[in-house]
């Protein structure tokens, strides 16, 4: 493994870091000098961990093809000039200068950057999926591997002190043996309107396909649970329903704010932007929509009269799926079954069963309970979840906060023990996902390849 390449530390005394239930005490040096690759939605609100610990993490280059999304990030983190670049090309033709990078480019553009900038000897903070290939997905853990730096991938659940509790309770026996896994990710009416059906992931050749874009932390998530059990074999069904040109209403114009039917549609892009401008919200999905300003009403009405997302939802080119299902098989006779659908009130939350040999698991997207066979009670266990700053506002914040901070902690003490998940493991977990997907489009049951094939 290659030696890390980081500046000599200045001691600042250490910091205490929850791993599960684990509580690690990790020695700091100085602040990790961390690159954004990708300065949009994901790229600020990794990079907001450094304006709530400038003593751990500093903020010294980004790199976004974007003038406004590239100034913005670089003036709230008083970035220098010559360290700011429209292409993260640019960051790889220049002398290694930090320790880290995020990259939080489009799906199709992870791979690259993710190997150059590996091969420069950088960590990297990588967002979901790896990439849209399984080759490629080998090719940036290999990078990673071969040049001895830490890969995070942005599998934000396993982050969540919730659903690490689940792991701990699962670890600790209190269900015995796991036979069956049932998780549910509900995506939520308007933020399937805004992603995937006006938004960036809409489109299977633009982007990637709804499983992999949406649902691959789901099923790293259901991996993980499995304690190491290969998954032998998967099917899976699904398809792109409702937001059709045939289901458009009569009278509905191409446009939200030319349509008199508009009132009647709950996948109104004026519902959605619009009205919650109006009402002083300028964060996420508003924020969004409005690549090159500050999201106000003006700019809001000029993004929905000329851009993607002031389109009727029934005259979009989306075609990745609004609901789908993928059945498992692990060693060992474990099964799993695994849902995701956009039409739910609920926006983003999980719900999970796990069926043990002693007890059964319950998790309703808030807390978690088990029942015991034996006892024929049932426990509650409840987590602290609060985290500084604003990540609490996002979809999954808190587990944001925590991703980040357990990866400044790693790469800080140079320690890849302390990611929840090392490349091998991730690409595993990709791999599945990948496969699940051939088994939808190929309609058949598809025998999984293990890491030899």
Not at 93 to 105: G, H, L, P, Q
Not at 246 to 254: D, F, V
Not at 406 to 425: M, R, T, W, Y
Request: hydrophobic share 35%; aromatic share 8%.
């Amino acid at each position: 493994m290659a030696m890390l390449d980081l500046q000599p530390p200045k001691s600042r005394g250490v910091k205490k870091w929850s791993c599960g239930e684990r509580q690690v005490v990790v020695n700091m040096p100085s602040p990790v000098r961390v690159i954004v690759v990708g300065a949009g939605s994901r790229g600020g609100t990794y990079s907001d961990y450094a304006s709530i610990h400038p003593e751990r993490m500093q903020v010294v280059g980004i790199a976004d093809p974007r003038s406004f999304a590239r100034s913005k990030l670089q003036k709230c983190h008083k970035v220098a000039d010559e360290n700011t670049f429209d292409d993260w090309s640019c960051v790889a033709e220049r002398e290694k200068f930090a320790d880290a990078v995020f990259i939080c480019t489009p799906d199709r553009l992870h791979k690259d950057p993710a190997v150059a900038l590996a091969k420069k000897g950088y960590h990297i903070l990588l967002e979901k999926p790896m990439a849209v290939t399984l080759e490629d997905c080998r090719e940036i853990a290999e990078a990673c591997i071969q040049s001895g730096v830490i890969l995070t991938v942005c599998h934000v659940l396993r982050y969540d002190p919730v659903i690490s509790k689940i792991k701990t309770l699962i670890d600790s026996g209190v269900v015995g043996d796991v036979i069956h896994i049932q998780h549910f990710s509900v995506v939520g009416f308007y933020h399937f309107a805004h992603s995937f059906v006006r938004g960036n992931w809409r489109n299977e050749a633009e982007s990637s396909f709804a499983l992999l874009a949406k649902s691959c932390h789901d099923l790293d998530l259901i991996h993980h649970w499995a304690g190491g059990r290969r998954c032998i074999k998967v099917s899976s069904f699904g398809s792109l329903s409702h937001f059709r040109k045939e289901n458009k209403p009569p009278g509905a114009a191409n446009r939200c704010l030319d349509c008199s039917v508009e009132s009647n549609c709950p996948y109104s892009a004026k519902k959605i932007y619009l009205d919650r401008v109006k009402e002083g919200w300028v964060r996420w999905p508003v924020s969004v929509i409005c690549s090159s300003s500050v999201p106000d009403i003006e700019s809001v009405t000029e993004a929905l009269k000329t851009g993607p997302y002031g389109r009727c939802v029934y005259e979009c080119d989306n075609d990745v799926c609004s609901n789908q299902v993928v059945n498992m098989e692990f060693e060992g006779g474990l099964t799993a079954s695994f849902t995701m659908v956009a039409f739910t009130e609920e926006i983003g939350e999980r719900k999970t069963s796990i069926c043990g040999s002693r007890g059964e698991l319950s998790y309703n997207g808030k807390e978690i309970s088990v029942f015991d066979f034996l006892t024929q009670t049932s426990t509650k266990h409840t987590v602290h979840k609060n985290v500084p700053g604003d990540f609490y506002l996002g979809p999954h914040g808190v587990a944001d906060y925590h991703l980040v901070d357990a990866f400044i902690s790693a790469v800080a003490s140079e320690d890849p023990l302390l990611i929840q998940s090392g490349p091998k493991e991730t690409l595993a977990s990709h791999r599945l996902v990948f496969e699940a997907e051939r088994a939808r489009l190929e309609d058949r049951v598809v025998f999984c390849e293990t890491d030899h094939d």
